[in-house]
């Protein structure tokens, strides 16, 4: 295989080359069938891992996990029947390469967020090369029951591209911050998806017909010699191979002067909000010259900023209803009713600090980096640096429920703050019941916490766990003392590891983990 | 016992502040420009730590001369509202303190000093500096001290007292950069 020359962004993975980012794939654990690649040039064959778990499993170690009802992990291998749609010559080797340590992975490819779509048919990627790869599931089909609703690579694009600034010399990352679906209403799928300074709105649609038999052009698109035709006929539609193409119908642009950090639509599903540091703005979808502003809190001297807003989302079903979170540690919700700019709060959620715990990072531990609606809309969740909090929308002087997510870290500020570790942005979703609650950590840790049941689980997104028919155990960070066996030192943990963004299938239990530049979706057991 | 928890203390919060400094310094080579909240949180780390770095020196040499709360490069909340914010062990410092906070408000008036650097050429040639320039405020070691390039034909003048303080710029960062270049 010969290198490719071409930039790793820019290849359009038509050389073949060793180097071409398409056959590196960003998921690790995903390649494009070519089937559904049509524009960007043939890939190698799907293949998904899948992992299995049961509920009862992602309990602690109190309970070991019995036989019938483990957490198992199935490895597909690809058909033969796709090896031959292949253009690439080495199939073994692509393969092979695509399990690679995440230390070769540029850093076009590492995953900067997921999210299903409101069915969860479909779940969506972003990356930090500014595109995005939304996977399908599959249909389940009577003929391979084990294959049921594996996630394969539906349609890749490019979303964003870096740009300049000219006023301020600045240029402008392509990474998409934040995807949001919007609930489908026909055939196509819509979504928007935000870099630091633009939104767009993506229309994904199927094509399997094209029409043929035109009168002024031959089948290749030449224009015809019009001496040459001498009857005409009307153009039909043929069948052909399904083709899934995206189209930006809209770019939301021009709006924010600071980093946009999240989007959120409305249950209206006319408006959507987008969020930066200072300002959060209404748009309307059909409407991309102007936006309102109903949240400004720059103060006239900027000398006196002391917080800002790190993100915001709708009501679920009050549409009138937002909460935004601030890097104090406090939330406020807003009725869009009361006045054209909210910067009034109608609740104000704040849980006065424990002065025990005061240290020089206290700030930045106690900036929220994500705030959830619960699916019911009674709850908001709230991750700051060491903890997840739940939030009762008619409580607003203490949370309903703290977690702690990783406290062993609370005597390693200061290195963490060295090594910017403090900073990483968490983030937490809900599963579609409200009962469990899920977030990550360093390792490739995640945790869930069961509300109802008061018991959490770590579990590690890694290849050693993907393997077939393997059994995802809990992991356990081991904070003093003797460390047993299956443990983990504090001081072993890899920080550049770091679980960031996660994604709840909004009916199942089907989870989407992103580690670094790989993908990992954990499904439930069927027995 | 307390001098030297005093003393980890302060080299602790020198280090803090020079690991900030380069934080600060590096993100505006970063990509997609300096992050508002990245920096507002460095800005408050920086504030904690030049307050407990203070506030361990003048536990170290009550009898000395009072410590001149120098000014951060990212003068963030500046105002009446502010509250110097002390950690819990260090409650006997408190005293300490208030001498330097109710520094704070005139040295807040004085204008645009650099962290660590004289910065004369943004003061007015007029106004004579109140504070005692103590160990504090010379340039650390661990700093490099350098001035801003000057165009050929230009020529350094002392700017008009406040014109630092004003936000000419649409964000707190581009305040910062101002600020921050001439303290190096």
Same mark, same amino acid.
């Given at each position: 295989?010969t290198?490719? =020359?071409k930039?790793? %962004? ?5 050389? *073949? #080359?060793?180097?071409? $980012?398409? +056959? @590196?794939?960003k ?23 899948s ?42 080797k ?9 230390n ?13 779509? =409101?069915?969860?048919? %479909? ?5 930090? *090369? #500014?595109?995005?790869? $939304?996977? +399908? @599931? ?5 003929s ?31 990474k998409?911050?934040?995807?949001k ?16 300074k ?6 994904i ?24 035709i001498? =009857? ?5 539609l043929?069948?052909?191979?399904l083709?899934?193409?995206a189209?930006?119908r @809209?770019?939301?642009?021009n709006a924010h ?40 809190i ?6 006196e ?7 915001a ?22 009725d ?8 009034k ?6 849980e006065?600090?424990?002065p ?31 903890t ?11 949370p ?13 500020l200061?290195?963490l703050?060295e ?37 959490d689980?770590?579990?590690e997104?890694?290849?050693?766990n993907s ?8 992991r356990?960070?081991?904070v003093?003392g ?7 030192s504090?001081?072993?943990l890899d920080?550049?590891?770091?679980i ?8 199942e239990?089907i ?17 | 016992?307390s ?23 590096a ?5 997609g420009?300096l ?12 504030r ?15 009898s ?5 709360p ?5 003068e963030?909340g ?23 906070e ?10 645009c ?26 340039a ?6 350098k ?15 406040g ?6 710029g ?6 910062s ?8």
């Amino acid at each position: 295989m010969t290198k490719c =020359s071409k930039d790793a %962004l820019r290849c359009d993975n038509s050389c *073949g #080359g060793d180097n071409c $980012v398409k +056959q @590196r794939t960003k998921c690790a654990l995903l390649i494009k069938s070519a089937a559904s690649t049509a524009g960007i040039g043939a890939v190698p064959a799907s293949r998904t891992v899948s992992c299995w778990m049961r509920p009862e499993v992602w309990t602690g170690p109190a309970s070991p996990p019995s036989p019938s009802s483990s957490l198992i992990c199935r490895y597909q291998d690809p058909e033969p029947a796709d090896l031959s749609m292949e253009e690439e010559s080495d199939t073994r080797k692509i393969n092979n390469s695509f399990l690679r340590d995440h230390n070769y992975a540029t850093e076009a490819d590492i995953i900067s967020t997921v999210e299903f779509n =409101s069915s969860g048919e %479909l779940l969506a990627t972003g990356d930090k *090369g #500014g595109r995005v790869v $939304v996977f +399908q @599931r599959e249909q389940e089909s009577k003929s391979q029951p084990q294959r049921r609703g594996e996630y394969n690579v539906y349609s890749t694009f490019q979303s964003h591209e870096p740009e300049f600034d000219y006023l301020k010399s600045l240029e402008i990352e392509e990474k998409i911050n934040k995807i949001k679906w919007l609930p489908q209403q026909n055939a196509a799928y819509f979504l928007l998806s935000t870099n630091d300074k633009t939104v767009k709105l993506w229309k994904i649609s199927e094509r399997d017909k094209r029409p043929e038999g035109y009168n002024l052009k031959d089948e290749d698109g030449r224009i015809k010699d019009p001496s040459t035709i001498t =009857s005409l006929r009307v153009p039909v539609l043929q069948p052909m191979d399904l083709m899934v193409e995206a189209t930006a119908r @809209r770019v939301f642009s021009n709006a924010h002067t600071y980093h946009i950090n999240s989007i959120s639509v409305n249950s209206d599903l006319q408006t959507f909000i987008s969020t930066d540091d200072l300002r959060v703005n209404l748009w309307n979808l059909e409407i991309t010259d102007r936006s309102f502003n109903i949240v400004d809190i720059k103060p006239a001297n900027m000398e006196e900023l002391t917080e800002v807003i790190t993100s915001a989302e709708f009501h679920p079903q009050q549409c009138h209803t937002f909460a935004y979170s601030s890097s104090k540690g406090s939330i406020r919700l807003c009725d869009m009713r009361q006045a054209a700019l909210c910067d009034k709060h109608c609740k104000y959620f704040e849980e006065p600090e424990d002065p025990s715990t005061r240290s020089f990072f206290s700030e930045i531990i106690s900036s929220i980096s994500d705030v959830k609606f619960s699916h019911n809309g009674r709850y908001l969740m709230t991750r700051d640096y060491l903890t997840v909090k739940v939030w009762d929308l008619q409580m607003e002087n203490k949370p309903l429920e703290t977690y702690q997510v990783h406290d062993y870290l609370r005597g390693k500020l200061c290195s963490l703050y060295e090594n910017d570790c403090i900073f990483d942005k968490f983030e937490c979703v809900w599963n579609g019941s409200d009962s469990v609650i899920m977030t990550g950590s360093y390792n490739n840790f995640f945790r869930m916490f069961d509300r109802n049941t008061k018991r959490d689980v770590t579990l590690e997104a890694s290849r050693e766990n993907s393997k077939p028919r393997a059994i995802l155990k809990p992991r356990k960070v081991c904070v003093g003392g003797k460390r047993r066996k299956d443990e983990i030192s504090v001081d072993s943990l890899d920080f550049s590891k770091k679980i960031l963004h996660t994604t709840w299938h909004p009916h199942e239990n089907i989870i989407a983990v992103a580690a670094t530049n790989n993908l990992y979706i954990f499904q439930d057991k069927v027995n | 016992m307390s001098a030297t928890t005093a003393m980890e203390v302060n080299a602790e919060a020198r280090r803090i502040l020079a690991v900030s400094i380069s934080k600060l310094y590096a993100s505006r080579t970063q990509r997609g420009g300096l992050r508002l909240h990245r920096s507002l949180l460095l800005s408050m780390v920086m504030r904690s730590a030049r307050d407990i770095y203070h506030s361990s020196r003048e536990s170290e040499a009550p009898s000395g001369p009072q410590p001149a709360p120098a000014e951060e490069p990212m003068e963030v909340g500046s105002g009446p509202g502010e509250q110097a914010e002390l950690p819990a062990p260090q409650p006997e410092l408190e005293p300490a303190v208030s001498p330097a906070e109710t520094a704070e408000p005139g040295s807040a008036e004085e204008g645009c000093d650099g962290e660590f650097a004289e910065d004369k050429e943004n003061r007015s040639p007029a106004r004579q500096s109140r504070k005692r320039r103590g160990k504090a405020s010379a340039a650390p070691d661990f700093l490099p001290s350098k001035r801003a390039r000057l165009e050929p034909g230009e020529e350094r003048y002392a700017a008009p007292l406040g014109s630092c303080r004003v936000g000419a710029g649409e964000s707190l960062t581009a305040l910062s950069l101002n600020r921050v270049i001439p303290a190096f």
